[in-house]
């Protein structure tokens, strides 16, 4: 139960010990750097022996106007010395490098909360801007949170002043001042982030120097205030975890190198067709400094023109993958089902956002599980999978190239845009340990009279992987309904019937492949149960740890697969009294399970943009059991 | 084209047991047995070379040519074409689409196939109409063409293949019809060519627009109305007793007379196909007032993407290791003892 401060957040400026767990959220405007100064103050998170979670929470401007609400910029994290599994309900610590950024992130921070305000940027025209009457940090709207605001703007211009930069230049050093701060504040090494710099700035050795006063700085002036105000430096032992290498990584990071771990587990080159959207594109910038493990990767006109390429790539006798988000994965609609009639292998990776149409870019959401499961024209079936986390992710990406290859299918890999940004610390596998999943290409004829018969079907219903260039093989295929017997173009009524029912039955037949599913926390029966899928893993996880804790009879359980679903899931959910299913949506996994199990399944859904929250999940539970 | 070892194939190695199912009389017909004909000269290997559609009638044909075929979807096929050069740059890849899949629903992917120069031949099949859905106008039909959908006559300007593929920065442009004897010539030149080769194939709709391009394919006026540019030659037509001739005031052409076989003291130009700004020219004349250009306007090759693409993955990859496990392990990690 590591989501935050227990019992409230005095442990951090009280006499109390040392918290299992912090909250912290940095918010600045899109220009202060708060991205780059959480990402860093996550590496000495981690650097530090802590677990932790992660929630960049961003505009889907680039560079909103200075000082507005809508251009806040906020990073949270949550670390302790015991299993963080969501990036926390509500922050302990709020640092608001201006007026706009204390607006719109306080209703989230725990009353009696830390606010770190700094108070230069607290002047007529930024509280305007943020629609303040009057200032905050004056006017006792604070008390019931701790305040503590200084003037960060000028004490890092009096740092970096020996270095004669511009103002400009030198306000920019002011995140470094702040991380500084945040550093002392929980007891972590500086030289980390001090070799970072000077490897940033190795071109301007002046700049480094600058940001590293800053950053000493900040951290000395902790130091000085704790003598005198209510700040107090907590340290946060390190987590308990299983032996090993660990790094952090992000959801984006962890799918880039499980599909090259799956291809390889293939024996295949990788093709990667992309084009640019929020928040998927971190996948392509992953990928194309992976060209050395047989990546190629191609930026397409469209996301049309993605997936085909894709297609035209696995056609060719690649691992062909694509990756989009929502109104990118509406595009490829067509294309898609050309994958699932041709029955090439194909990894389609959505990362969901807000929806629909443009939504909200840059905010999560789980809302296309029925475009993933259903919407396609034609009956058109394609697997779904879904990581419940970053390092998850690692192990989804390999799975959906396994599935791809072995059943000659497209397969769709779901995460959203918290798993694509979050960090978390990630035991690094060995991916020796894999058991490895080889690819066969069609080299002979494989019918009577040395003919070719490309629809032909192994024992999972496959039909063989045939490479253009192979000798004596050609043949054609298209999206035209085919002879279940020749492959030869043919829409008679028998033919249709026939391959619609071979389609279904071998993507059926993949849940034969698959584990069954496993409770991930309680018993395989009882009152309630709580069915997830992707990233709501962490809060659902602990809400029904407390639940229980609490003696309330609740459950986990945590799909992985979509589609086809476990075999076993249908009387797993029939063991249980009530059916929860908590989702960032208005319901749509919950349809699957009435549709499928016929079982009273009741929708909890949230889209507002933001993770859910334990407490929420947790109330769900109250009201289910009362 | 590529640089594959050519082998001995006849006509008939190229044709496939399925039956044919394009309207009787269609122009469809002569432009695959210009294709079959002209893969034997070749030398290509079938083993190596896919044919890839997009949708329409033009695009069923690789159900029709005994190689790899891949019949896609509807506009899309030059991306499906990249891929598949992309993933094996050895296959010799031929692109067919018409003026419905490639300048209507899949301009933008022919814009791009072209623009990147991906080594591939595209033959536009332009018949100036909708056939496989039943006669709708098309973006290559002239305005005023009455059809379902425009009962009163269109009232949109048409697209121009040819300036199409130029504008975007196409490298070779060349021009036939689906009867003509000298489409054999045209592709090779395409085949040749390395790079994406744009081929405009005017396309006799039997059904829906029949004869549409009978004023300079028909035999009575056909050496009156074709424009045949070859390379270093003068640009002659009607038996050498006409050519064209640079205004240079204007900066347009002109149609001059040529007596006795002069052409030079009539001023007609030699054909340059390296020099873009005539192939505008060319492809742009207003047929009627002028001749209708054909054969090979523009042929002046540059690197092709695939070249380019994986040539640069290549030294990206020299040198580096392939070591999963130790790229998992790298930068900043710290270790938990047990």
Sequence with gaps: ?626 | MNDLTPIKTTIKDWETDQEVRWCPGCGDYAILKAVQRTLPDLGSDPSKTVFVSGIGCSSRFPYYIESYGFHTIHGRAPAFATGIKLANPDLDVWLITGDGDGLSIGGNHLMHVIRRNVNTQILLFNNEIYGLTKGQYSPTSREGTPSPTTPLGSVDHPASPCAFALGAGGRFIARSYDISKDLPAVLKAAHAHQGAAFVEIFQNCIVYNKDRFGDFTARPVADATQLWTRHGEPLLFAKGTKGIALDADALKLAVVDVTDGDWRAAGVMVHDQTNRALAHLLVEMPFGLFPMALGVIHDDPRPTYESALLGQDARARAGRSTDLGKLLASGQTWTVAG
């Excluded at chain 1, 349809?591 to 399944?601: F, H, S």
Aim: aromatic share 8%; charged share 20%; with cysteine.
């Design chain 1, 1 to 626: 139960m590591a989501t935050a401060l227990i019992d409230g957040p005095e442990e951090l400026t009280g006499k109390n010990t040392a918290p299992e767990a912090v909250v912290v959220r940095f918010a600045g405007d899109s220009g202060d750097g708060m991205q780059l100064t959480g990402g860093q103050f996550t590496l000495s998170t981690a650097l530090a022996g802590n677990d932790l979670s992660t929630f960049p929470d961003f505009p889907a401007e680039i560079r909103a106007p200075q000082g507005t609400l809508f251009g806040v910029s906020a990073f949270q994290i949550n670390f302790g010395s015991t299993d963080i599994e969501t990036a926390g309900d509500q922050p302990d610590v709020l640092i608001a490098m201006n007026p706009a950024a204390l607006k719109v992130n306080l209703d989230v921070l725990k009353i009696g909360g830390l606010i770190i305000a700094d108070s230069g940027e607290f002047n007529k025209r930024n509280l305007e801007k943020a629609k303040y009457a009057a200032n905050p940090l004056a006017d006792g709207s604070l008390d019931r949170w701790q305040l503590l605001s200084f003037d960060i703007s000028a004490l890092t211009l009096q740092a970096v002043k020996p270095f004669g930069l511009g103002n400009k230049e030198a306000l920019r050093c002011k995140n470094m001042w702040t991380l500084g701060l945040a550093l002392w504040m929980f007891d972590r090494d500086r030289q980390p982030l001090i070799d970072w710099l000077r490897g940033k700035f190795i071109k301007n050795h002046v700049l480094a120097d600058a940001n590293i006063a800053a950053l000493n700085a900040g951290h000395a002036y902790g130091e000085t205030a704790e003598l005198s105000g209510p700040l107090r430096q907590v340290h946060i032992g390190a987590v308990a975890s299983e032996p090993g290498l660990y790094r952090t990584v992000t959801g984006a990071e962890s799918i880039s190198y499980g599909l090259v771990a799956g291809a390889q587990l293939a024996g295949l080159p990788m093709f990667f067709g992309g084009y640019p959207i929020t928040p998927a594109s971190s996948i392509l910038h992953n990928l194309v400094k992976l060209k050395e493990f047989g990546v190629t990767t191609f930026q397409a006109e469209d996301e049309i023109a993605a997936i085909a390429s894709a297609i035209g790539a696995s056609y060719a006798g690649h691992l062909g993958v694509t990756s989009s988000s929502g109104p990118g994965i509406a595009l490829k609609g067509e294309a898609m089902g050309l994958a699932v009639m041709t029955e090439l292998p194909l990894v389609i990776v959505n990362s969901q956002r807000g929806g629909p149409s443009t939504g909200l870019p840059t905010k999560t959401e789980q809302s296309d599980l029925y475009q993933a499961v259903y919407g396609r024209n034609g009956d058109a079936p394609i697997p779904v999978i879904a990581a419940r986390s970053p390092s998850d992710a690692f192990d989804c990406a390999i799975e959906a190239v396994r599935i791809a290859t072995q059943y000659m299918t497209p397969v769709i890999l779901l995460t959203d845009g918290y798993i694509a940004n979050a960090a978390e610390p990630w035991k690094v596998p060995d991916p020796s340990s894999y058991t490895p999943f080889p690819v066969t290409f069609l080299e002979e004829p494989n019918g009577p009279d040395g003919t070719v018969l490309p629809f032909a079907r192994n024992a999972n219903g496959a039909r063989p992987w045939i490479r253009p260039g192979t000798p004596g093989l050609m043949h054609r295929i298209g999206g035209i309904e085919k002879n279940p017997a020749t492959g030869a173009i043919d829409y008679s009524a028998a033919s249709h019937q026939t391959m619609t029912d071979l389609r279904k039955a071998k993507i059926d037949g993949i849940a034969r492949s698959i584990p069954a599913q496993e409770v991930t926390l309680g018993g395989p029966g009882g009152r309630l149960v709580l069915v997830g899928w992707g990233s709501t893993f962490g809060p659902i996880h602990q809400a029904v740890r407390r639940a229980r804790r609490r003696g309330l009879d609740v459950s986990h359980v945590h799909v992985r697969h979509i589609w086809p679903l476990p075999d076993n899931l249908g009387d797993l959910l029939k063991g249980y009294g009530k059916v929860l299913v908590p989702e960032m949506n208005t319901g749509q996994f919950k349809t699957v399970l009435r549709d499928q199990y016929l079982v009273d399944a009741r929708p909890l859904g949230k889209t507002s943009g933001q993770p859910f929250t334990i407490a929420e999940i947790e109330a769900a539970i109250d009201a289910a059991l009362a």
